[in-house]
């Protein structure tokens, strides 16, 4: 794949880049076909009129870099998607469904594969390595939460040097060498600590140390690098397969985006039943290989699509440009904000984004100090409407994406404290059939691979009719939905764990491990919505060329969630610690710990992060440029705000 500039790539395709632009299905450019088609006018009459050909395509030639020049940004961007080639693609052969479902492919393989080492990490740490249990979980919580962190680097490096394609295959073989070392790790006696039972053993019981846990480390931060380089790209590639300015592609592209969240479900179901069932029965070291396997066949689908794929070529760094208007900004802080808003740089004649009223200290950044002279201001002294509004975007999505951190930091005690909670109870379902402590977490799957597809062929064209918007609802409001719910299932939680542990400690009965399934259900549903539509929310952003980058801070929000569950338990355990008792997360025994309490207090934190959503959600706007009033005239689906009434 070609990773040549927009600049270079108008030198490369220069003569076949006008029968480009008129093949090309794109809303967006209409201007562009409208001005080709009057140019092959005025060609056709210079002929008649004897006119030099050589010199009417050299005022062709002229017009069209003209033409370009004129163009936003992200209009030149959308029209340069090349095929695996490097040459201009096809829309009759590249991208759409068929491209995406390879792309799904990957995805489902490569969630298949870390989940079942996630979601059962926490048993393998404290039966094999022989961690204590409040370490155990931190050590899941920070390699989760490193997964979903490195995940900001996938998308600098595809959107600035590789391209989503060859960031996903180098970062997914990254990934395969981890599953394989883990495999290893896990199967060899010498690099394990002696087997042992640390519930009856206690401080005989010798914790991993040296270099048996450097290896473990190593081979799961492997994992997590590639992992985490490797989310972002998936949903972002696949979104790039359908083109935005399309008013049917843009519908498919929000059923898209359901869609892998379905192979995303049900990747996660297969690994949490049939994958944590081979780690049960068969070992945790043929569970790491049966996970290196199906990575495996994940990079097989990626590849198979190689020649349907459209791919935007890498834009040169994304974020030197939001530093230039930092810095632009501060450099003229003394200046006064022009009322007229064509002195600002690349706002002349309404043919640029317009400027919004948030952050409006940025807009000096693109006021012009040496209007008339030959000298031309530095980049990083003079920066176009364009720019500053790009970075007013990225500030204003952050407080959306902070109010979803409480709802990863449930997620973490879903994989974690619940898996302990799962082993705590009767897991019989039959007489001679056990169910996997870490397959409770394949309930909301179960849920989601149900609702999602009712979710997008019901609900959404039913909504639309009312609200207009493409996707039913907006994703601020699926978002605000699936944070109320989460609350609930930190309710449940509690009481069915103080349930459970009153029934253990003062009548010793053990309760069926069903008993702790609503708060799997609740949580599922939530997901459904605020997973979902953060991704869409993200992606949607007319942030050109950062789709990768603008994904990857969703998965952030997982990497801060899951890292704030790490410090929560430190904290916990801190403050509620005594000179008898270790704090309520403290002991190896969650019959002597207090769980309950716990999920009492991130309930309490849910419902306070709702209402802070609520706030943030309502104040959240960016003005819409020129070119989104003109696709609003095709596509009556464009929204000028995303606001929650």
């Keep these: 794949m070609r990773t040549e500039s927009i600049g270079d790539m108008g030198k490369l395709v220069d003569g076949s880049l006008l029968s480009f632009f008129l093949t090309k299905d794109n809303t967006s450019s209409s201007a562009v076909s409208s001005f080709h088609l009057s140019s092959t006018t005025i060609k056709q009459s210079s002929t008649l009129f004897h006119t030099s050909s050589t010199t009417t395509t050299t005022m062709e030639t002229a017009k069209v870099a003209q033409e370009e020049q004129r163009q936003p940004r992200h209009a030149q961007a959308e029209s340069s998607t090349l095929d695996w080639r490097g040459r201009p693609s096809n829309p009759a052969k590249h991208g759409g469904i068929i491209p995406a479902a390879f792309i799904l492919g990957l995805q489902a393989f490569e969630i298949m594969a870390i989940a079942a080492v996630g979601n059962n990490l926490i048993t393998y740490v404290t039966n094999d390595m022989h961690f204590p249990l409040s370490k155990a979980a931190n050590v899941v919580t920070n390699f989760v939460g490193t997964i979903f962190l490195l995940a900001l680097l996938g998308g600098y490096l595809s959107d600035s040097h590789l391209g989503s394609f060859w960031t996903m295959l180098i970062f997914g073989f990254l990934e395969l060498s981890g599953f394989i070392l883990l495999s290893v790790q896990a199967h060899v006696p010498q690099l394990k600590p002696a087997p042992c039972n640390l519930l009856t053993d206690g401080e005989h019981c010798v914790e991993a140390k040296g270099f048996k846990a450097a290896i473990f480390f190593v081979a799961l931060y492997l994992v997590a690098l590639g992992s985490g380089c490797v989310k972002p790209n998936m949903v972002a590639y696949g979104g790039d397969q359908f083109d935005q300015d399309n008013p049917k592609q843009l519908k498919r592209l929000s059923t898209y985006f359901n869609a892998a969240y379905f192979a995303f479900s049900l990747g996660e179901l297969i690994s949490l039943t049939i994958l944590v069932w081979v780690q049960t029965h068969s070992g945790m070291d043929v569970g790491f290989g049966v996970s290196a396997a199906v990575m495996a066949m994940g990079l097989i689908s990626l590849i198979c699509g190689t020649l349907y794929y459209r791919n935007k070529p890498p834009q040169g760094s994304i974020l030197t440009p939001i530093a230039q208007v930092l810095v632009a900004a501060i450099l003229k802080r003394k200046l006064a904000r022009p009322s007229n808003p064509q002195m600002f740089y690349g706002s002349q004649n309404n043919t640029g984004p317009l400027l919004s009223d948030k952050f409006r200290f940025l807009d000096k950044a693109c006021i012009r100090v040496q209007e008339g002279t030959d000298t031309k201001e530095s980049a990083w002294r003079l920066c176009s409407v364009g720019q500053v509004e790009q970075v007013k975007i990225l500030l204003s999505v952050i407080p959306i994406f902070s109010c979803t951190i409480v709802f990863n930091t449930i997620l973490a005690q879903l ?63 699926r978002i605000g939905f699936g944070l109320f719910l989460a ?52 992606y949607k952003q007319s942030l050109k060329g950062m789709q990768a980058f603008l994904t990857a801070i969703t998965y952030c929000s997982y990497s801060f969630g899951f890292y704030f569950s790490t410090v929560l338990v430190t904290l916990v355990n801190k403050i509620t610690s005594t000179s008898s008792n270790g704090g309520w997360l403290h002991n190896n025994n969650l019959n002597q710990d207090r769980l309950d309490l716990f999920y009492w207090l991130l309930a309490v934190l849910s419902f306070l992060n709702f209402f802070n959503y609520l706030f943030w959600s309502k104040r959240y706007s960016h003005a819409p440029s020129p070119s989104q009033t003109n696709a609003k005239e095709i596509n009556p689906y464009v929204e000028e705000d995303d606001n929650i009434p």
């Design 415 to 477: 994989q974690t404290f619940s898996v302990q909670q799962g082993r705590a109870m009767d897991t019989h379902l039959t007489k001679s059939f056990n169910i996997p402590p870490a397959s409770l977490q394949s309930i909301p799957y179960i849920l989601l691979i149900v609702l999602v597809p009712l979710y997008d062929t019901f609900f959404v064209p039913f909504a639309r009719k009312f609200t207009g918007h493409e996707s039913g609802i907006s994703p601020l409001r």
């Design 487 to 538: 609350t609930f299932s930190m309710v449940a939680a509690a009481l069915m764990e103080k349930k459970r542990r009153d029934a253990a400690v003062k009548h010793n009965e053990t309760l069926s491990i069903f008993w702790i399934t609503p708060q799997f259900l609740i949580f599922g549903l939530s997901e459904m919505f605020t997973a979902i539509g953060l991704l869409e929310f993200f």
